[in-house]
């Protein structure tokens, strides 16, 4: 790389996203897309578009996207900041709302194994962070942040392993520690577990994120949102008022709120794709694998006696994509998309094979 760049440049390690190889008849489970396409709806305000309108910029507030938004989560429109891809409301959170800089007292938490997009972060905006290991179960525990940390933050469920945490033991960490703030990323929150954006008109020290991208079937359109108080979204407009003014444009504001609205086509779909968890569970397990509890659209599991990396290449060998992640605690583990019941069968008889148990 160009000694021109910086240090900061020089010294990034880049997340690595899964792969989306061009390959006929992939079975791909390794990046939590969902499995069924998006509501016809959503489609449907792509293509009602006007031609012409493309000339103009889109409205740089979104306001009918934060007010769907808002009236489906019961929240003013003004608790409510979108961005391209929750991706991208989380780098602002990062630079502007994380960023404990000198003087600040604590440094930001967050579990040792989860998105690995926050520690990339942190090197880009120059953040300090400590992690916060999870038990063996990979429980993660509120009650491990150190008292004198400065703000925390973690997915719920917890990625990539799939648990999640109840709301009410968010809502007494929030409650004993009021000077920290707390950011839950709920990018899979709708398969399951139970959120927490009731509790942002309480707590001012809150901000949850979402996203599009798993539970709408909309990754292709990169939309993701933020919820919190006033005062927490007015320095996200101000961080991204600095950098793009425009970045949710006509087509994905348009697609991404009918896809709020269509209440149908999201209960159906969680629905099945739950429905689907339950039987991939069962079989893995009744293939000998040790599968973590996931209220996730992804398992986490191992299996005693196949080493995780060359499970994952013979499966790509048959076409099955997975995700492995070659760090400590979890290299002998997989995660697997939930997918549709026929790429599930499909996942388990390839396993089958692989472990000699036809
Ligand atoms: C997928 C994911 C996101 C980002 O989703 P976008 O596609 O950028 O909206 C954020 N956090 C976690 C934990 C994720 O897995």
């Known amino acids: 790389m160009s000694e021109f760049w910086s240090s900061v440049v020089h010294g990034l390690t880049p997340y690595t996203p899964g792969e989306q190889p061009k390959i006929d008849g992939l079975i791909k489970l390794n990046t939590n897309e969902n499995p069924y396409p998006p509501s016809d709806k959503a489609f449907a305000a792509i293509r009602a578009v006007d031609q012409d309108t493309l000339r103009l910029y889109p409205d740089p507030q979104s306001t009918q996207l934060c007010a769907a938004i808002g009236r489906y989560w019961g929240v003013p429109a003004d608790h409510v900041f979108v961005g391209n891809g929750s991706d991208e409301v989380l780098a602002f959170v990062f630079q502007g709302l994380l960023n404990k800089g000198p003087g600040d007292t604590g440094a930001l938490c967050f579990p040792d194994i989860t998105y690995s997009f926050y520690p990339a972060y942190c090197r880009l905006y120059n953040v300090g962070f400590q992690t916060i290991p999870l038990g063996t179960d990979f429980s993660f525990d509120l009650k491990n942040v150190p ?212």
């Open 147 to 358: 008292p004198d940390s400065g703000a925390v933050i973690f997915p719920n469920p917890n990625a990539p392993t799939g648990r999640a945490i109840e709301r009410d033991e968010i809502e007494s960490f929030l409650a004993s520690h009021p000077s920290q703030m707390v950011v839950v990323d709920e990018a899979y929150v709708d398969f399951g577990a139970q959120s927490c954006v009731p509790l942002t008109l309480r707590y001012k020290n809150l901000l949850v994120t979402q996203s599009l991208s798993k539970s709408r079937a909309l990754a292709g359109i990169r939309v993701g949102f933020a919820i919190g108080d006033t005062a927490l979204i007015d320095g996200l407009n101000r961080i991204k008022n600095s950098f793009n003014s425009y970045p949710i444009d006509r087509l994905a504001g348009a697609a991404a709120a009918a896809a709020i609205e269509d209440h149908d086509w999201f209960e159906t779909n969680r629905g099945r794709v739950m429905a689907s968890r339950a039987s991939l569970v069962r079989g893995l397990e009744g293939l000998g694998f040790e599968v973590i509890p996931s209220q996730a659209n992804f398992v986490f599991a191992r299996h005693p006696s196949a080493e995780g990396s060359r499970l994952a290449e013979q499966l790509r060998e048959q076409k099955i994509l997975v995700r492995h992640f070659a760090k400590p605690r979890i290299e002998q583990h997989l995660r697997i998309t939930v997918g549709s019941d026929a790429q599930v069968d499909a996942l388990i008889a390839a396993l089958k094979k692989i472990l000699g148990r036809l």
